[in-house]
T-cell receptor, first 114, second 112 residues
Framework: DAGVTQSPTHLIKTRGQQVTLRCSPKSGHDTVSWYQQALGQGPQFIFQYYEEEERQRGNFPDRFSGHQFPNYSSELNVNALLLGDSALYLC?????????????FGPGTRLTVL | LAKTTQPISMDSYEGQEVNITCSHNNIATNDYITWYQQFPSQGPRFIIQGYKTKVTNEVASLFIPADRKSSTLSLPRVSLSDTAVYYCLVGDMQNYGQNFVFGPGTRLSVLP
């Protein structure tokens, strides 16, 4: 059983560009959340998707947007990249009727903005 | 949001028991306490969760005093592979997304 998968594993962009990161949830999971983790810090909640809609959002600007597809996979889009957007982006999934704290994280996408 | 405070780092030796304490003075009635483990270049992994008293699973134990203003994660007989960052989180089960705040965590180094 594949766990949460993310692509790409690494990405290098320049300031002002746009980026799309992808996530496939663990089999049977229908809720996907995205986190940003800066070096040496804990993950910070960006937003959560369920039933193809954004259900909750953390303290991130509108440059960060997302999408969930009918197969529960998800994308994170970041526009007008800033140097400060360099981080590890983590996707986490869970089954909505399960324990909300037992979410499963993917390995992340390392984004570097130059 | 219930803020948590943990030691930034801890050192231990193989075979010892490690206790990591987390302070959460303004924990709310509906909040649960959850601990995650994270290895370098990997996403966090759920370890244990509790509301009060003591919870034990095959990996760890979680001790929560009656006032719930702190909690202690206990790792029995650690090995080198337990070297990781450990996060304590406090949050409402219903609104866990918005309230799921990771602090800087505790960096545990297990030495041979």
């Amino acid at each position: 059983d594949a766990g949460v998968t993310q692509s790409p594993t690494h990405l290098i962009k320049t300031r002002g560009q746009q980026v799309t990161l992808r996530c496939s949830p663990k089999s049977g999971h229908d809720t996907v959340s995205w986190y940003q983790q800066a070096l040496g810090q804990g993950p910070q909640f960006i937003f959560q998707y369920y039933e193809e809609e954004e259900r909750q959002r953390g303290n991130f600007p509108d440059r960060f947007s997302g999408h969930q597809f009918p197969n529960y996979s998800s994308e994170l889009n970041v526009n007008a990249l800033l140097l400060g957007d360099s981080a590890l982006y983590l996707c986490a999934s869970r089954f909505t009727s399960g324990s909300p704290h037992e979410q499963f994280f993917g390995p992340g996408t390392r984004l570097t903005v130059l | 949001l219930a803020k948590t405070t943990q030691p930034i780092s801890m050192d231990s030796y193989e075979g010892q028991e490690v206790n990591i304490t987390c302070s959460h003075n303004n924990i709310a009635t509906n909040d649960y306490i959850t601990w995650y483990q994270q290895f370098p270049s990997q996403g966090p992994r759920f370890i244990i969760q509790g509301y009060k008293t003591k919870v034990t699973n095959e990996v760890a134990s979680l001790f929560i005093p009656a006032d719930r203003k702190s909690s202690t994660l206990s790792l029995p007989r650690v090995s080198l592979s337990d070297t990781a960052v450990y996060y304590c989180l406090v949050g409402d089960m219903q609104n866990y997304g918005q309230n799921f705040v990771f602090g800087p965590g505790t960096r545990l180094s297990v030495l041979p």
